[in-house]
């Protein structure tokens, strides 16, 4: 168990919906980071957010949209999906601290629109 | 460009042997880092090890060791005395500068060990 958890597990929608998925962080970590992982495109990095402001930035659509609250959990928002929107998401968190800035990651959640 | 390259797609090992998994990595950053993380067929990432750039000595985790060759820009994870339980993806990372920064992954590999 990384300590970093992630609700729901598994999520099935219909093409137009939106969705939020929740991710609290290990407890003192104060960066949170969102990546997709697909079977065309990989792991890829989606958004940063450190002590509740964003910090960095990648592949993130525009219908995407993110935020972390004043407890450190963070809260991943997609709109009008699409099909390919089906991915399995992850939540990782890391102190910042120290050389090695591990990330932790919480055990997903798939998401499949129909 | 691909910043981490896996070239391996899929290994089979016999139990209790080692087994070697390469990753190579483009940057032109002097400050980063590399990790290595495991995907059971679960789907949770676990953490492996990690190496620094600066970093003298290679990096141990018990039963893995990550073999860095900073000049070929290589970062092979060795897994040695294989079990069942290792049976896995396993993708290569990397962290750009000093800090909290995001981590750029490649294609993985899955191994497979065999009784």
């Known amino acids: 168990d990384s300590g970093v958890t992630q609700t729901p597990k598994h999520l099935i929608t219909a093409t137009g919906q939106r969705v939020t998925l929740r991710c609290s962080p290990r407890?003192?970590?104060?960066?949170v980071y969102w990546y997709q992982q697909s079977l065309d495109q990989g792991l890829q990095f989606l958004i940063q957010y450190y002590n509740g402001e964003e910090r960095a930035k990648g592949n993130i659509l525009e219908r995407f949209s993110a935020q972390q609250f004043p407890d450190l959990h963070s809260e991943l928002n997609l709109s009008s999906l699409e099909l390919g929107d089906s991915a399995l998401y992850f939540c990782?968190?890391?102190?910042?601290?120290?050389?090695?800035?591990?990330?932790?990651f919480g055990p997903g959640t798939r998401l499949t629109v129909t | 460009a691909q910043k981490i390259t896996q070239t391996q797609p899929g290994m089979f090992v016999q139990e209790k042997e080692a087994v070697t998994l390469d990753c190579t990595y483009d940057t032109s950053d002097p400050s980063y880092g590399l990790f290595w993380y495991k995907q059971p067929s679960s789907g949770e990432m676990i953490f492996l090890i990690y190496?620094?750039?600066?970093?003298?000595q290679n990096a141990t985790e018990g039963r893995y060791s990550l073999n860095f060759q900073k000049a070929r820009k290589s970062a092979n994870l060795v897994i040695s005395a294989s079990q069942l339980g290792d049976s896995a993806m396993y993708f290569c990372a990397m962290r750009e500068g000093q800090g909290d920064y995001k981590l750029s992954f490649g294609a993985g590999t899955t191994v497979t060990v065999r009784a």
């Open positions: 190496q620094g750039s600066y970093d003298q």
């Open positions: 407890s003192g970590d104060l960066s």
């Open positions: 990782a968190s890391s102190e910042r601290q120290g050389a090695k800035n591990e990330q932790y």
